[in-house]
């Protein structure tokens, strides 16, 4: 059976009316970014913010309709706000405001990303597989366990993981109307592409949608004043890394490997990329760095040891510290409570917490790098 075309998903389309307009969405301009491949259908409704949080309904119709057509295998469809411009007077009086915008009102899109966050934190790795989202949930966890409000934003688009690592049930609601509330757990905010579709819907878009996506997530959420972000990276150095090192001001990186050769080459990758774009790599974690046996405390280096320790040393950064492969840190992962908040005074939630006091005390010493290097201006 062979897939729709585009054209034919427009034609199916013109039976969903918006229930407020009264016309059908295809007419209203409504269908967004739409996309056929090998039998997957994506796009986006494109709404007004202030109905956003109303529209679930049509967007959960326009998914369930598309994905009973003949051919189709997959059907993801996500909301994306409208912003008209306003009317010249109106522009005029905002012109006049220059510093910020008003509460509840979703920030314009050539605003600065992220605002009131102090610092933003990418944690990444050259290749999957080797434990970076379990690495930055419980970094996260951790820098909220020394006292510092913490977001965590899954910028993984194509594997968002964080529902399943934290245990979050549900879908974000909107406090002011116009922009979503992250979801919390264990006290730190949290927003992934995962809280939006469903877990087993695959995402695929092609990159300028990922940016726009990624861009939403950081613009059009109700984040609020923080100490710090964790970024949950993509594996490897494409689209995702570039729009954040390009859009956000990173206050650095942290590179996640497994001792091994094959993936120190891939981190050794993202390591670089990170440098030609002016991003600090803050250190090294070193992850399943040893196994030992639960039964008789056997110590075995299945992936070998020490390499990324002797990786940092090469290239002259910080060994953030190393984790053990342990099956307790796998089971706390997957069953939604993390190790360092279902055992924080335990031997792996100390490893995570002393790894967190490095990569803070990097970022302090580099905050104060910059006051030092500002200009004194001196009134007499």
Request: charged letters at 20%; aromatic letters at 4%; one cysteine or more.
């Amino acid at each position: 059976m062979t897939e729709p075309s585009e054209q034919q998903i427009l034609e199916a389309l013109k039976c969903v009316v918006d229930p407020d307009r009264k016309r059908d969405i295809v007419g209203l301009g409504m269908v967004q970014g739409l996309r056929v491949e090998n039998g997957h259908v994506v796009m986006a409704l494109q709404v007004d913010p202030q109905r956003g949080p109303s529209l679930e309904p049509l967007r959960k119709q326009v998914e369930t309709l598309v994905h009973k057509l003949p051919g189709v295998l997959t059907a993801s469809v996500v909301l994306t706000a409208e912003r008209p411009s306003p009317p010249p007077q109106q522009q005029r009086q905002a012109h006049g405001h220059a510093h910020g915008h008003g509460h509840g009102q979703p920030a314009p899109a050539s605003a600065p990303l992220l605002p009131e966050v102090g610092a933003i934190i990418a944690v990444a790795s050259g290749k999957g597989g080797v434990g970076k989202s379990t690495t930055a949930v419980n970094l996260a966890l951790a820098l909220a366990s020394l006292g510092k409000r913490t977001g965590l934003l899954d910028a993984d688009i194509y594997g968002p993981s964080m529902r399943r690592l934290l245990g979050i049930e549900g879908q974000p609601g909107s406090s002011d109307g116009s922009r979503l509330d992250p979801m919390e757990k264990y006290g730190i905010k949290v927003m992934s592409m995962a809280f939006l579709v469903e877990e087993e819907t695959p995402i695929v878009w092609r990159g300028p949608m990922v940016q726009s996506a990624l861009e939403q997530m950081m613009r059009d959420v109700a984040w609020g004043p923080l100490d710090v972000m964790i970024v949950d990276m993509p594996p490897g150095t494409g689209d995702t890394q570039l729009t954040m090192a390009q859009k956000v001001p990173l206050a650095g990186a942290v590179i996640v490997s497994t001792p091994q050769d094959i993936a120190l080459i891939d981190a050794r990758k993202g390591l670089n990329m990170f440098r030609k774009v002016d991003v600090p790599v803050l250190g090294l974690i070193e992850n399943m760095s040893y196994f030992c046996c639960p039964n008789c405390g056997h110590r075995t280096e299945i992936f070998g040891h020490g390499g990324a320790r002797a990786e940092a040393d090469r290239l002259g950064m910080e060994f953030l510290g190393e984790i053990p492969l342990d099956i307790v840190i796998r089971e706390t992962s997957d069953g939604g409570h993390p190790i360092v908040a279902s055992d924080p005074t335990g031997e792996h939630a100390r490893a995570y917490i002393a790894i967190a006091e490095k990569v803070w005390a990097s970022i302090e010493r580099s905050i104060a790098a910059r006051t030092a290097k500002a200009p004194r201006i001196v009134v007499s």
